[in-house]
Structure formats: C-alpha cells, structure tokens
C-alpha cells in the first residue's frame, strides 16, 4: 500500500528523516514507536504531504502508494488527501453540529442530495460504534461531546469521504485509559477495511494492536518487522534496550 525508498526530509538545514526503506502492507495496522523527536510523526505527515505545509521542507527519495508516487508535480493533493485522512493527537472536531462534521466532507466533494447525505452520515457513525450512542442527538454541537467520542466522530469524518489510508498521530494521548481502550478497539475493527499507520508512544499499545512495527531514532528506522518479533526477539541492540526502558 504504501513504500518509501531512500526517504529524506528536511526542514532546511535540520535533517529529519534519513534514507527510510519502508514498505506499509494493505489492511494491516502498523506502528511507528520510538522516543520524542525521532521523526515519527514527520514520517507518518509524509503520507498525505502534510510537511509541505512547513516553510523550507525538501524530501529527496519515492514515496510510493498503490505504486502512484505522491511528490510528482501532477499528484492532485485534495484528492491524496481524500484518499489518506488523519487524526490527530486531540480531537479536532469542527464547531459544527455531529451531523455537519461528519456531512462536511462529501459537500465539499459535491453531494448535496440530503438523503445521500444522511445515508452517509449513518454509515460512517455506524462505522465507529457512534450512531446508537448519539441516536436523536445529530444536531447537538459535536464539542459538547466527551473527548473519546469526539476521536471518534473525527474518524467518521475521514471515512464519510471513504478513504484508503487511516493516518493515526498519537490518537489516545489525551484519553484516559477506558477511552483508548475504545479507541484501540475500534482500530481493530477498522483494518478490516483500511490500512492503519500509528504513531504512538505507549509501547504497551503498539504490543496490543499492531500487526508490524517500526522503531525510529535519531531519523533512521532502525528496525521494522512483524510486532511479535520486535517486542520479543528484536535484531538491534537499539531497539532492544529502547523496548526494555534502558533510554527514552
């Protein structure tokens, strides 16, 4: 789904990531774990060309999804953004009401017919276990909704537009511990239709959930393989002594 080679960025003369070889398999969730500044969250804004949002971001290398190479000048970046959404740390959810945040999205791509609209709506809250908790409640504004459930209306904002790719970004830091249980399940269950790519900083978490995991430092993937092997039997000694709490 998704392949990088020789990936490099920069933001001026700070070298953030460095030679990334990475390929990302469909409809798997895959975690990017590693300390504070490593240059995870960069790797997971390459994804959907997020960076190019910063002032004197340069990338050299390829960066392939389903073989399409997103940094060529003819890549329509709406449309790579439709197909790859993102969450991120907090809730962003519009102040809108819940039917509008989740409606937003197919407006913008020009469905206007209002039973199309709510057929969409329904589906993407059904999607992420929203639609019988908020039965009757469409129209109340999405911020006076807990913190979890706003995580969740924020995905079913980004599947309403049926996407290919989930970009998470640390999706439960700011949730308790009941909440991201939600939330992790709730992934589980979405990477039957979607590839997932985390970023996370609770290892405990990339144990729980991921498929495959990849560990960064210092801008280098060091290690990526199968998450049962990366947390048990793990090939570097960096990634060992980061699995074990030796740094980080």
């Not at 975690?31 to 960076?51: D, E, Q």
């Not at 949002?53 to 190479?69: F, P, Q, S």
């Amino acid at each position: 789904m998704i392949k990088t080679t020789n990936l490099n960025l920069f933001y001026k003369d700070f070298h953030a990531l460095k030679n990334i070889n990475l390929t990302i398999k469909e409809k798997l969730i895959t975690a990017m774990i590693g300390p504070s500044g490593c240059g995870k969250s960069t790797l997971l804004r390459v994804f959907n060309r997020m960076n190019d949002l910063v002032e004197g971001t340069r990338i050299t290398g390829d960066i392939l999804i389903n073989d399409e190479n997103i940094y060529c000048p003819a890549c329509d970046l709406t449309a790579l953004r439709k197909r790859v959404g993102m969450v991120f740390q907090r809730p962003n959810v519009f102040p809108l009401s819940i039917f509008d945040n989740v409606s937003y999205g197919p407006k913008v791509w020009g469905i206007s017919n209002k039973k199309n609209l709510s057929e969409i709506v329904e589906k993407s809250l059904k999607a992420v276990n929203l639609l019988d908790e908020l039965k009757g409640q469409l129209k109340q504004p999405a911020l006076t909704l807990s913190l979890e459930k706003q995580q969740r209306l924020c995905i079913a904002r980004l599947l309403a537009v049926e996407p290919e790719i989930l970009l998470m970004d640390e999706p439960c830091s700011a949730l308790d511990p009941i909440s991201t249980a939600k939330i992790e399940g709730l992934m589980v269950e979405l990477k039957n239709k979607y590839t997932i790519v985390i970023v996370t900083h609770n290892m405990q978490q990339a144990a729980r959930i991921a498929d495959e995991v990849g560990f960064m430092l210092l801008g280098e993937l060091i290690e990526f393989d199968k998450t049962s092997k990366i947390f048990t039997n793990p090939a570097d000694e960096k990634t060992a002594n980061y699995i074990s709490g030796r740094f980080g």
